[in-house]
């Protein structure tokens, strides 16, 4: 909120240079520093993460499904819908696209959250959004 002339000389007064705290309450400048950083997310986010690798690597036959190396997974925008970024080996990145990727993931997604469901202890088994990144082939 930018500051008045009144408001600005009172505040000249009391010190000889303003920064960019000066005037505002202490509660809403440090809320804002540390509402990215929620461990509660954060660490589903790690337990998710962990389910998807044993998951992956060996509950379904599609070897593309077990090249598939969970990267990260981050909450998007919150902790009830996850973006799940994966990678491919870089040996079957020559043989399958992206999009054939995506595709096989969505259609075990109901598979995925069940299994995520019982390796967390919630109500709701979080929603799961899946973006591949390619690996570099130089």
């Not at 997310?41 to 598939?68: I, P």
Request: include cysteine.
């Amino acid at each position: 909120m930018p500051l008045n002339n009144k408001q600005r000389e009172r505040l000249f007064a009391l010190c000889g240079q303003l920064n960019e705290d000066d005037a505002v309450d202490p509660r809403e400048f440090f809320r804002q520093r540390y509402r990215c950083n929620d461990s509660k997310a954060l660490r589903l986010c790690s337990q998710v993460a962990d389910t998807l690798s044993l998951v992956l690597s060996g509950e379904f036959a599609d070897e593309t499904l077990h090249s598939l190396e969970v990267f990260t997974v981050q909450p998007a925008p919150n902790a009830r819908r996850l973006l799940v970024i994966v990678r491919p080996h870089a040996d079957i990145a020559d043989s399958v696209t992206p999009e054939e990727i995506l595709a096989k993931l969505e259609s075990i997604n109901g598979v995925l959250r069940t299994e995520i469901a019982q390796a967390i202890s919630r109500r709701k088994a979080p929603s799961l959004m899946y973006q591949v990144l390619w690996p570099n082939t130089a």
